[in-house]
């Protein structure tokens, strides 16, 4: 029965059978796009080199940024030898709670990068325990981690 049908017949069918199914696909979910594309809504975008070469100065920044995560643990590291003469000052000078808070949160603010990295659990604990060696300034963990988000102004 199946053999009076040539590769070729059989190739032809099965070529226009998919064609006839990607365009049932195409025009029963995507519709609306066509529609909004031939009526000049919407643009067609087609990848083309100019992309490419975007996406090549995309990657370029990007690898440059790694630099500043290597930037970010020297800022952290600055950050906690600023919080511990931060803590001898304030408790030198007198100061209260609230502005020792303050003083905190100007020096936190200089380092943004610390602030969304890994490292700023660790400067929260370095607070905590810096402020608790005077009992005038002493901070939770949680009074800590709220000076990240407030603004001394």
Do not use: C, H
């Not at 029965?1 to 590769?7: A, D, G, I």
């Not at 029963?28 to 083309?48: H, M, Q, R, T």
């Not at 952290?76 to 304030?90: D, G, N, P």
Request: neutral net charge.
């Amino acid at each position: 029965m199946f053999t009076n049908v040539s590769w070729s017949s059989y190739l032809a069918v099965m070529g226009t059978a998919v064609i006839i199914w990607y365009l049932f696909i195409v025009l029963k979910f995507y519709s609306g796009d066509l529609k909004k594309i031939f009526s000049g809504k919407k643009k067609l975008k087609l990848p083309s080199f100019k992309n490419n070469i975007q996406n090549t100065r995309e990657s370029k920044s990007i690898s440059d940024s790694f630099s500043e995560s290597f930037d970010t643990l020297d800022d952290a590291e600055q950050l906690s030898v600023r919080i511990q003469q931060a803590a001898a000052e304030s408790a030198e000078k007198g100061l209260s709670k609230e502005q020792f808070q303050n003083y905190l949160r100007m020096l936190l603010e200089e380092y943004p990068y610390v602030k969304i990295s890994s490292l700023r659990e660790s400067i929260n604990k370095l607070i905590v325990s810096e402020s608790g060696k005077y009992p005038a300034l002493l901070l939770t963990l949680s009074e800590a981690d709220s000076l990240w988000e407030g603004s001394v102004f």
